[in-house]
C-alpha cells in the first residue's frame, strides 16, 4: 500500500526538510512530500524537524528538534498531511522580526525592545515545552 506525507503550509514559508520515522525507524527525508510503499497495518509515524547538537567529544548532546507522533492505519493508500500548529505564534513572531530590523535603521522608544524581549522569551518557552507535540497530523482518506 502506498503511504503519503505532505506538508500543508497554511502560509508561505521556507521549505526545510523533515525527517520520517515509522516505528522509530527513519524513512527518509523529505520537503514537501514522500511516498513509500509500505505493508497494510497500523505504524507510528513521527515527523521531525532538526535534531541533535553533539556538545564536544563526550557524546552528550542537546536535542533542539521539532516533532510530532501519530497512530497511522494504512489499509487503502493512505496520505496524511501535517502542519504547523503554531500560525499566530509564528506570524507574531515575523512581524516582531520584521520590526527588529526596523530598529537597526530607526530609533525606536525603549519599550519597544523590553517588549520585545520579553516577546522572544515567552515564545522560546512555548517553543521548548511544546516540541514533542510541534505538528498536527491529519490522515485523509
Known amino acids: 500500500m502506498m503511504l503519503t506525507v505532505t506538508h ?8 526545510l526538510p523533515h525527517a520520517l520515522f515509522i516505528d522509530g525507524l527513519y ?50 493508500p493512505a496520505i496524511v498531511e501535517f502542519y504547523d500548529r503554531e500560525m499566530i505564534w509564528n506570524i507574531l513572531f515575523d512581524i516582531d522580526l520584521v520590526v527588529w530590523v526596523v530598529s537597526l535603521f530607526v530609533t525606536l522608544p525603549p519599550v519597544y525592545k523590553m517588549v520585545s524581549d520579553i516577546f522572544f522569551a515567552v515564545w522560546l518557552v512555548r517553543l521548548v515545552v511544546i516540541r514533542r507535540c510541534y505538528y498536527r497530523i491529519v490522515t485523509k482518506k
Open 27 to 76: 524513512a527518509g527525508t523529505f520537503y514537501d512530500t514522500i511516498s513509500l510503499d509500505v505493508p497494510r497495518g497500523t505504524y507510528s509515524l513521527r515527523v521531525q524537524f532538526g535534531g541533535a547538537v553533539p556538545l564536544g567529544r563526550s557524546g552528550r548532546s542537546l536535542d533542539l528538534s521539532l516533532s510530532s507522533t501519530a497512530r497511522v492505519t494504512v489499509d487503502n
Open 8 to 15: 500543508r503550509r497554511r502560509w508561505p514559508e521556507l521549505r
